[in-house]
Structures are given as C-alpha cells and as structure tokens.
C-alpha cells in the first residue's frame, strides 16, 4: 500500500530542502526524498551544495586563507611565527564536521517542519491510481498530487576522460586531496575550479589553469574581470587563455595533458591532480521521466516556464534541474516559489537581482549587468569606481586589492549593476541587491549614511562617482 502525502519533493538540496519546508509550514502534508550518504552511509541532505560544494569548499578556503596570513602577513602586524605547518588531514576533518553539522540541521528542520524524510533514489513510476503521481524510493511507492524535481546537477567531464577521483578529479575529489600536491592542473577556469586552485595554492601547490576561452571569466564585468587577473597572477596562479586541450594521460605517476595555446604552440603539463571544472549538467538520470511523460532538453535538464511549471499539471522543478544559473540561493527562491504558487500564492523569483559570487581572494561578486552588455544593448549609462586602495578599513585589514564599480542608466540614474573584487564583496553585494530590487538610484546609495570604517564606504564611494563626486579618491 503506497503512503499517500499531498507534496512530494525528489532531491534535498538547498532547492528541494527549502520547498518541502515552505511547503509544509503552507499546512501541506509533505515527504522529501533524497539519496546522498555520508561516510557511515547514513543521509546526508543538502545535495551538492552542503556536501561536495558551496559548503565544504568554502571551509577549506577559510582554512587555506589562514594559512597564507600565518605565512605571510602576520609579520606585517608584529606576530612572528616559527616552523609554520598545514595538518591537511586535520583540515579535511574540519571540514568534513562543518558538513555533517549542516547535514544533521537540515534532518532537524525537516523534524520541527514535521516534513517526513526518505532516505534513497526517488524516482517517478507512473500514474496514482487516484490521480497525481506515484513516486518509488526503494520499495516504497508515496503517491501526491504535487512533486517538485529538485534533483541538482552533477559535473560535466571532459569525453574520454571520465572523473577517477584520484588523479582526474571533479568537485567532489578537489575537497578530498589528501595530501598537498606539488603540482595540480585546472581545466576551466570557473568558479569551481578558481576556488579550489586558489585553496590549494595558498598551501604551497603549483597551480596552471588552462581555460578554452580567450577572455578570462567571461560572464564578469571586463574592468573587474581583469583586476582579479592580474591579482591571481600575482599570487602566482599561472592562467593560459585560448588553450585546446588534447589527449590526457593518467597514470601512478600523475596526469599528462597536452595542449596547444593560443598562439598554436604545443605544450604538455605534468600534473600530480588534475581537477576537470567546465560546468556541471542536470541530473536526470535516475528519474525515470519517460514512466509520466516528462520533458526533457537537450541538456537533460527538465522543461519548464517562467513559474517552474513543467508540461504535466501537479510537477514542478526547480534549481540546477531547469534553466537558468546554477546558484543555490537561486533554487532556493525557486523552492519558495513553487510551494507558494502551489497553496495558491503569487511566488515570484527576479532573476535580474540574483547575486553571484566567487569565494577566491580577492572574493569577486556582481549583481545585474556587465558594462560589455551595457554596451552591447546600446544602453546609455553612466560608470562609478572607486578602489579599495583607498579605503580606510581596507588598510587597517591589509587588503586592498580590487575596487567597487557602479553602472547606472544614464538618464535615469537606476542602478543598473554593481561588481566587485576586494575584501568580503561577498557580503558588500547585498546592499546592492537590495537597492536593485527596489529599483533605487545610484543618488539613492551616496546620499545613504554608511558606518565609517567600513568596506561598505567603498559602496557609497562607488555611487558617489557615478556622478564624479567622490569624496576620498
């Protein structure tokens, strides 16, 4: 006999953990199903994000960056140091209780939502005998009127070169380098792979990054784009540009890749770990979205419209699954969503105002649109810079690479973008956000009263010389 709820949720990642919350604290009667194990084989939700990604990866950048400071710039504040080591087993354990912390609160939250959790693969198997659908997790079969997909993404390996997790290594593998290796290789240089090249750097590996296309982190505002550049380069992250990449050998010694650079020159690279990072594909596999006569892309990734609506009444997706960026904080407003169109709401997700963020030092983070798609649209706007050379927090805290940049509309003055590279822009981006959703003027933002010192002030700056009126540059 199937259990019968009236939201079933496939996938407790931040998408489908968050809808099944919402959902349920709506007055829904909700399951969660989701597969992930940890070491003792026990559930692990979260998806990627919690266990192979955005957590676990910002913890050891955290660890590595501490590492630098003791190395490097503690002697500048006075601290001396002697015989500096890095326990990597001991980093890696770090990390690996942050994730079983953030693990064992998202089975708590499903407690205290009273959401009830199914530990394996769900996957559809066909019509409900009296209407909705019938999902299987095991040899369970639960039945709903309502499934939400959030099933997340995995990592795209490059063809012939399949992911060991040893020596050719995806996200997963980057966070479980035992030991640091003397030399690594990237391929791409995405957010995954800048990530874990920075962590690995910081602790005294010899990092080459060789990316496909000609412009470094193209979808980044130029100006900044090439900042963070140059400031990786100066930390001795070796990046080649408009490199094709051949035949890739993985032995007990290492990894060879042979390339060809940008000018035609044939090159290979000995690495001890090559970690692949050219994007991530929808996880589909496993669903069984023929059973119900689900649409699929060409990518995998489930069809769906503006609201989250696939083609069958009652199932919905959210998250990397569909379109649109692979973000977590983006599936979790696409969880939130869904829940509320299903209780009848007016859900609404603005993907004009969705934050990106890439955690390497200098952190990089923008929110809507670049100066070359300014220029592109033929949009008149108006730019402000102002560097965090001149900041006075920035000095006190030793980091003053990187500026804060403001695009607005040349007419208008509505804030259009705003893009940074510097000390915690992962933090600094939300006031942007913010003003962006309220459709504020970069006026809006100078005449605002921010704490001094603060990093905030480079904001306020930033706004303040998109009229040519800063006060301290």
Not at 243 to 271: C, R
Not at 419 to 426: D, R
Request: contains cysteine; neutral net charge.
């Amino acid at each position: 006999m199937s259990k019968s709820f009236d939201v079933i949720v496939i996938g407790a990642g931040p998408g489908g953990y968050i809808a099944a919350i919402r959902a349920a604290q709506l007055g829904f009667n909700v399951a969660c199903i989701d597969d992930w194990k940890n070491h003792q084989g026990g559930p692990a939700p979260g998806g990627t994000c919690t266990n192979v990604g955005c957590i676990p990866s910002k913890a050891l950048l955290q660890s590595s960056e501490h590492y630098e400071h003791a190395g490097h710039a503690f002697a500048d504040h006075g601290i001396g140091l002697k015989d500096l080591s890095i326990d990597v087993a001991k980093m890696l354990a770090r990390k690996n209780q942050i994730v079983k912390q953030n693990n064992d609160g998202i089975l708590y939250l499903f407690k205290k939502n009273k959401v009830t959790f199914f530990h394996g693969r769900g996957s559809f198997a066909g019509a409900a005998a009296g209407g909705g659908f019938e999902v299987a997790v095991g040899d369970e079969k639960l039945t709903a009127r309502q499934v939400v997909v959030a099933t997340g993404s995995v990592a795209r390996a490059l063809p012939g070169t399949p992911f060991d997790e040893e020596r050719v290594l995806s996200n997963d593998g980057a966070l479980r380098i035992g030991a640091v290796p003397k030399k690594l290789g990237l391929i791409g240089s995405g957010v995954i792979g800048l990530e874990m090249g920075s962590v690995w750097r910081r602790l005294g590996a010899e990092v080459t990054v060789l990316e496909a296309l000609p412009t470094f982190l193209g979808a980044v505002d130029e100006q900044i784009a090439k900042e963070a550049h140059k400031a990786f380069t100066k930390q001795g992250l070796k990046i080649e540009l408009g490199v094709k990449v051949g035949t890739i050998k993985s032995g007990k010694a290492g990894v060879e890749v042979e390339y060809t650079d940008a000018q035609g020159a044939a090159h290979q690279l000995a690495v001890d770990k090559l970690i692949v990072s050219i994007g991530r594909v929808p996880n589909t596999q496993g669903l069984n979205a023929q059973a119900v006569g689900l649409a699929l892309d060409e990518r995998g990734a489930v069809v769906v419209d503006a609201e989250c609506r696939t083609n069958l009444p009652g199932v919905w997706a959210v998250g990397d699954v569909v379109r649109g960026p692979m973000l977590a904080h983006k599936a979790e407003e696409e969880g939130v969503a869904v829940a509320e169109r299903i209780a009848g709401q007016h859900g609404h997700v603005n993907f004009d105002t969705i934050p990106w963020v890439i955690y390497t030092s200098p952190e990089i983070a923008w929110v809507g649109q670049t100066e070359q798609q300014l220029k592109a649209a033929g949009r008149a706007y108006k730019a402000g810079v102002f560097p965090f050379m001149a900041n006075g927090r920035a000095r006190a805290l030793g980091d003053t690479t990187g500026m804060v940049k403001f695009l607005a509309d040349a007419a208008s003055d509505e804030i259009l973008g705003v893009h940074i590279v510097g000390p915690m822009a992962s933090e600094l981006i939300s006031e942007a956000v913010v003003a962006m959703e309220f459709k504020a003027s970069a006026e809006d933002i100078a005449r605002i009263c921010h704490a001094h010192p603060s990093l905030s002030e480079a904001t306020k700056e930033a706004a303040l010389a998109v009229d040519k009126r800063t006060l301290n540059f």
